[in-house]
């Protein structure tokens, strides 16, 4: 399921690039226009990932870079203008419509659980990881909110914009802003994919390795070493859920497959925590304040949220877990000959 998250983030984020290209070339956000921007990112990323890790991990540490500066500059100036009669109280909304906002939340929060996939080359991983994943959360989140509070608080209108931070940008540092702002969000966007390709192609060569899925997956490269079937079969799913689905939907999908990985990450974070688990888990290097209160917390938000989704929404994700059952149940048999 977190190989899902990852292949249906990319597909969400990769319409959201062909939309924020869109306001520079409004062909690229629909019909072969569109299909163009996403394949052409999609297959450079992926040939990026090929060569090998370090390219890919070059080029997202770069995007990275390029992306906070022109974020950093639109909270900075943007905070001076943003106006308090601007923030009204929404009309009555939906129990649906409150469970797909809080579905798309989730997407836009989410992600920080990947920091936890090359943890096996960290230097000390069991008292790093978790200092990175509070860290990596308080400050997405506040640079999210922040970048939320000035858009709505200088652009008339937001829901309507398709470019929203582009356009709050226009008002407030004019076209040059605007146009640097864009890049920003190319640049987030583009980094954001090239990670969905990295972390993802390694949780299946990950499985793979264990024996838990076919060992075509991890299949290296004999020149760069890369797990080159992982990296095509990642980024060709993807491309396929991108070309066929919508911003929208497929953020809610990443987001239904996040909501496993939390939920049972909170239920195991419950259970080892028991002196039981002590001599299985080891001794706890950290520990969450009000546990077990938080973990516990965080199974009831994740079964409400997933309980709240759509029929269509639950189906593709039982599909999801359906696909990897079936590749779990095969790769045994090709272990044992």
Known sequence: MQWFARVSSHASVANGLALAFGYYWAGAAQGMGRVAVITGITVLLTLVNVVGIKQGARTVNLLTISKLVP?????????????????????????????????????????????????????????????????????????????????????????????????????????????LIGIGALASMTGNLAGQILTGSRMLYALAEQGDLPRAFGRIHPRYRTPVNSILFTAGVALALALSGSFAWMA????????????ASCAAAVKLRRRSEAGRAGAALFVSPLSPLLPVLGIVIAVVLVASASRAQL???????????LLFVVSPRQRAT
């Open 71 to 179: 974020l950093g500059l639109f909270i900075l100036a943007g905070v001076f203008f943003v106006s308090p009669s601007r923030f009204t109280a929404l009309p009555a909304v939906t129990f649906d419509q409150a469970s797909t906002a809080a579905l798309l939340t989730i997407f836009v929060f989410g992600g920080y659980e990947v920091l936890t996939v090359p943890a096996g080359e960290a230097h000390d991983p069991r008292r790093h990881v978790p200092f990175a994943l509070i860290t990596t959360v308080i400050v997405v989140g506040a640079v999210t909110i922040l970048c939320q509070v000035v858009a709505v608080g200088t652009l008339d209108n937001l829901a309507a914009s398709k470019t929203p931070l582009a356009d709050a940008a226009a008002g407030f540092l004019g076209g040059p802003g605007a146009l």
């Open 315 to 325: 189906t593709g994700g039982a599909a999801a877990l359906g696909a990897g059952a």
């Open 252 to 263: 809610i999908a990443s987001a239904l497959a996040r909501l496993i990985i939390y939920g």
